[in-house]
């Protein structure tokens, strides 16, 4: 076989500086593949992977022949801070296999994320990068892709020669954006020369400010697409919007343009930069108190979905705080599908007790790291019933999961009077009605949904509830888009929306 010779390689966790640590277990539950075991994931019809891997080397497969040096793809749900002897096990292993390959590859691709963190690192990715750097120097190409929430440090944009960040939010373009990246890195293996630009921004957009369907995100990244598709220099423009939660020197959202001229990519930088700031004031988060979306619940003459976004286990949330819930129960709110609760042992119990089965279902009880004194992790009881019961293996329909393999561990359908509740043993945030359906459960036919997710449930939802039928609850939570109630410690301050004093104005050159 000839063609170019590309190593491939991925380290992707968003991480909440307030979480519990992320461990191995949390890797090797969602996607931890190695060698020609990564290759035979991204080929498969059902990967374990999100959707960046298998778009490039499906890319790559179709534009012809071509050589993968296969190394170590490790993904986990969104989490606390990854341990870092951990990490350093990882760093271990791509050294391994790039001093390995050093000489015998012409190019590199890396999965990465942008929010990671490790206990004691603030840039794993950077670190990851300045390995490849390390090991292969600056004549080899290197290509990474980002999620849009990354938080962009300078040794990101440094040390890579094409910078490819998601476009939508929910995240509906990775395959896309893994195929991209194949075809960047061609370009540049066929002699493109490329320059990057970067401008960071005092500006940490709540999360729910962030969709890409509507609103000032979206107007921004759209400006960018426009601009590039007038301009053959730009190869790609990422605005990031960041990961608030990650709590880093260089948080903030980014503009970052790829283009085979340096004026080019900076002056487009400075022009979405400008953009941005413009569109400062209506970075806010506009939420649902919990006793109005109880009434909602209650009364709406249509069927509404309830986004518990401020315990998104998408953005490091536990999954499993009980506001929604114990409100909605205690108004006897009816039809209603609440999904999903992570709680193992009442997930094991239920199991146990078979289909069914009628029992004080008590969630939260201490368990793992979860302790009786945790703030957001109150217990509550009521009376249930077994209604169905699974080994959580789920095929992804729609949205961020589509077409993954999904492992949501033992999983039941608990019945508390009028709202059926799902509960799972490995943490995920309900972003596919899937979730539901495996167990027999129809979201279209409710007359309310609540999901553990911050957006990427919407485009999972959106068949059933369309963006005028959603509702954003303020409850409590490690990823409440009200950022004044976090402790931050290394967020860049001003900024805003939590300092309403902040200014800016664009860097000199």
Known sequence: MSGPRIALLGFSIECNRFAPPATEADFRGR?????????????????????????FVQDMDAAGPWQPVPSLLAMAEPNGPVEHALFETMMATWRRDLEAARGAVDGVYCVLH???????????EGAVQALVREILGTEVPLVCGYDLHANVSDAMVRDCDGFIGYRTNPHVDMRARG????????RI??????HLALRRLPIVAPTVSMLTAQGPYAEVINLGQQKQAADP????????GGFTYGDTPFNGMAAVVTATDRAAAEDLADTLALAAWERRGRFVARLTTLDDATRLAQDSPQPL???????????????????????FHAAGVERCLVGVIHDPMLAEEAHKLGVGARFTARFNRPQGTLTADDPFSRPFAAEAEVVALSDGAVQGRRGLYGGVAMRLGPTAALRLGGITVVVITHRHQCADPAFFEHLGLDSGA???VVVKSRGHFRAGFDEFFPHERVIEVDGPGLTSPILSRFPWTKLPRPVLPIDAETTWTL???
């Open 446 to 448: 409710a007359r309310a």
């Open 31 to 55: 996607c931890w593949v190695e060698g020609a075991a990564l290759l035979a994931d991204a080929r498969a019809a059902v990967p374990a992977a999100l959707g960046e891997m298998p778009g």
């Open 507 to 509: 860097p000199s050159r």
């Open 114 to 124: 942008g929010a990671g963190l490790t206990t004691e690192l603030d840039d794993p």
């Open 233 to 240: 220099r730009i190869l790609n423009v990422s605005v990031m």
């Open 189 to 194: 293996l066929g002699g493109t020369k490329t």
């Open 179 to 186: 195929a991209e990246a194949a075809q960047l890195l061609r």
């Open 305 to 327: 979905i309830f986004a518990d976004v401020a315990d998104n286990p998408g953005g490091g949330g536990r999954g499993n705080t009980m506001a929604i819930l114990v409100a």
